[in-house]
């Protein structure tokens, strides 16, 4: 198991600002490089083809989408213990210790996803930890290439409203784990919805409780 036993609220302040300063800088070389496409677009002007629309198009896309990874980086790093994940569960500190005495029981563990006896969260991303008593919706998510199953992950939502979806491995060594996953937090949540309908969606966007 990654050694969140020992994990530390300053350590989950450092990786979720690391984690948006890579939005930054990414989000910056995106206009940068969507500003290229529009002047080299604007030197394409005299061609009779597309050829300088699509270069101005996808250079507006460029920026548009780094614009959005700057804005939302640098807003993380302005205010990062003003986080919804903070809110919810106190400070960085007590955040750390929720997870740290959670970690005494790993029921699945692979490099993207984790799930002990009471939470679950992504590897590395302290933001998307939810423990199971808050959820109030999960359900089965699948993508296929030509018919044949290449990824599946389970999508709970807590109640707060916020979702996040939590990658499964497939393979014989890992079968039925998600649906076991799905029959732990069933039994710590007894209430809480199963599968994705137009219901249950309704529900949790009536019932999230607000920060």
């Known amino acids: 198991m990654a050694n969140y036993r020992a994990i530390t609220g300053e350590q989950i302040l450092k990786k979720i600002r690391g984690k948006n300063i890579i939005y930054v800088v990414l989000g910056g070389i995106a206009c940068l490089a969507g500003i290229g496409l529009l002047i080299l677009a604007g030197t394409m002007l005299h061609n009779d083809d597309d050829t300088f629309a699509a270069a101005g198009f996808v250079g507006l896309a460029f920026i548009v989408c780094g614009l959005f990874g700057v804005i939302k980086g640098a807003k993380v790093l302005k205010n990062v213990e003003n986080l919804r994940i903070f809110r919810k569960f ?27 006896e009471s939470f679950i969260m992504k590897q590395g991303d302290f933001e998307s930890y939810k423990p199971f008593e808050d959820i109030i919706l999960i359900y089965k998510k699948e993508h296929r290439v030509n018919g044949i199953k290449d990824s599946e992950s389970l999508v709970a939502y807590d109640k707060f409203g916020d979702s996040a979806e939590y990658p499964f491995k497939l393979g014989r060594k890992y079968a039925g784990k998600m649906e076991e996953t799905a029959n732990l937090i069933a039994k710590r949540a007894p209430e809480c919805l199963i599968g994705y309908t137009d219901d249950n969606l309704s529900y949790v966007k009536t019932h999230a409780q607000q920060l």
């Open 90 to 116: 106190g400070s960085p500190d007590e955040l750390a210790a929720r997870i740290s005495e959670g970690c005494a029981a790993s029921f699945y563990e692979t490099s993207k996803t984790l799930v002990t």
